[in-house]
């Protein structure tokens, strides 16, 4: 069983950036990939990245290369998204995953979700 609370949303202006965190809890849980989706409203839930938590390796989906980054503190069982250069089109809820498996971008191979954090970027 694994527990991930995310914290750090919030409102900001176009260009803008954010920082989220993911406090992670559980047995055995630093055998998984942690990542992030997010859900634009009418739209369904989509990949923005991931990390591996015991080697660091890292993914991300093209439309955030270049804008966020993805890392962890091992020692705070945290996992974080900064987020810079936000685009209105960026507004929605993010959430962060644990995934045992090896398909780190595939919402149905999520074992465990987070409550989800708003993000909101104006024009």
């Known amino acids: 069983q694994v527990q991930l609370v995310e914290s750090g949303g919030g409102s900001v202006q176009a260009g803008g950036s954010l920082r989220l965190s993911c406090a992670a809890s559980?047995?055995?849980?630093?055998?998984?990939?942690m990542g992030w989706f997010r859900q634009v409203p009418g739209k369904e839930r989509e990949f923005v990245a991931a990390?591996?938590?015991?080697?660091?390796?890292?993914y991300s989906a093209d439309f955030v290369k270049g804008r966020f980054t993805i890392s962890r503190e091992n020692a705070k069982n945290t996992v974080y998204l900064q987020m810079n250069s936000l685009k209105p089109e960026d507004t929605g809820v993010y959430y962060c995953?644990?995934?045992?498996?090896?398909?780190?971008?595939?919402?149905?191979?999520?074992?465990?979700w987070g409550q989800g954090t708003q993000v909101t970027v104006s024009s």
């Open positions: 995953a644990a995934t045992r498996g090896s398909r780190w971008y595939d919402r149905d191979d999520v074992d465990y």
């Open positions: 559980g047995r055995t849980f630093s055998a998984y990939i």
């Open positions: 990390i591996e938590w015991s080697g660091g390796s890292t």
